[in-house]
């Protein structure tokens, strides 16, 4: 289990009391020993709509970490908030950020030595905390992951990017993987870092409003010589593309989203865009779609067609189109 590190001075924070413990006015700010005593790891989850998934990744956190839920501006609401099984910070964003954003607001705010990132679909095996910072103390300072595994089990390994794509033949076989492992690449479901170390390197990009932000980090990272280890032997499971609720509107916007990120990332790094070959492509996606009417594949493509035609100058996230 996770434990609190030496105390240091900190500002009071406001929390939510666990399910079945009513809060009284002596705990809406933290008490004196709170405030002084600053924990080893701060867990930092975004949500967007996340009521109904968020509780298990919470509840997964073990006792001793500092736990700060930042919520996106939910249509919603945080009303989950009240529900947890365990206490919680809450930073209500004023308005959709972004995944990125939102989790550099959650590390400006963390006391933690460490900050581990984690979706709300997310849930971590016990010991995994322990794992990840023992290798951070053993190895110097990195981007620790953990393995990330399907609720059925299937290891969910990052293994290529947009601007780094591993074809399939290249990739890690699980024989092959005897222990802890560099990488290239950050999988933004799940990994710990030094919380000066991330605020170092910049922490997410936030002209990136969601998807390839963990990408951008990876190459600032190595750059920088900062290496990527994953350990596989802490365990975090992952239901993947549940964070909100689904639908077919959230599904074209997240992939406009999507799209228009990716742009933004080649051109950053000066890798150009194939246009005119990738709107042919996502334009064959959604015929076939239509023709074998699998209205899910289609709104797919169709959303990172639309997020290509927008052009490599629009923004990445919300603009005049206010889809989320």
């Given at each position: 289990m ?7 001075r ?5 929390r939510h009391?666990p ?10 700010e933290?008490?004196?020993t709170e ?5 080893l790891?701060?867990v ?12 298990r ?7 001793g970490?500092e736990?700060i ?6 249509p919603r609401?945080t009303g989950?908030?009240?529900?947890l ?5 809450l930073i209500a ?8 954003s ?5 590390a400006r ?7 581990f ?8 095996a016990p ?7 023992a290798?951070?103390?053993a190895?110097?300072?990195?981007i ?23 074809p399939r ?10 222990g802890?492992?560099c990488?290239r690449f950050?999988?933004?479901a ?12 910049g922490?997410?990009?936030e002209?990136?409003f969601?998807y ?6 990876a190459?600032?990272a190595l ?6 280890i994953v350990v596989p032997q802490a ?16 599904t074209f ?5 999507k799209k228009r ?5 080649r ?6 865009p194939?246009?005119?070959t990738d709107?042919l492509r996502?334009a ?19 959303g ?7 052009g490599?100058?629009a923004?990445?996230?919300p603009g005049?189109d206010?889809?989320?």
């Open positions: 996770a434990r609190c590190g030496a105390a240091r900190g500002a009071t924070t406001k009391a399910r079945g413990e009513p809060m009284t006015p002596n705990e809406t933290a008490t004196d405030a002084t005593a600053a924990p790891v701060s930092i989850l975004v949500s967007y709509n996340s009521g109904a998934v968020i509780g990744a919470i509840a997964s956190v073990p006792e970490c736990v839920v930042v919520d996106n501006a939910s609401g989950f908030m009240d529900g099984a365990r206490s919680a910070r964003l004023p308005r959709n950020l972004g995944f990125g939102a989790c550099n607001e959650g705010a963390a006391r933690g030595e460490y900050v990132f984690l979706n709300p679909d997310a849930a971590l010991g995994a905390l322990d794992r990840l910072v290798a951070e103390r190895y110097g300072p990195a620790l992951m953990p393995s990330i595994l399907s609720d059925t089990g299937r290891p969910m390994r990052k293994e290529g990017s947009i601007l780094e794509p591993v033949a290249a990739r890690l076989k699980a024989e092959e993987i005897a802890d492992y990488t950050v999988h933004g799940a990994f710990l870092m030094k919380r000066a170390e991330f605020l170092a390197l922490g997410f990009d002209q990136i969601l390839h932000e963990d990408d951008d980090l190459l600032r750059a920088r010589d900062l290496p990527i365990q975090v499971s992952h239901s993947g593309g549940k964070s909100s609720p689904p639908s077919w509107g959230a916007a997240i992939n406009r989203y990120s990716e742009l933004y990332v051109r950053k790094y000066g890798r150009q194939q246009m005119a709107a996502l064959g996606g959604c015929l076939l779609a239509l023709a074998t009417l699998d209205m899910h594949r289609f709104m797919i493509r169709a990172k067609l639309a997020g290509l035609l927008d490599p100058q923004p990445t996230g005049r206010r889809e989320l």
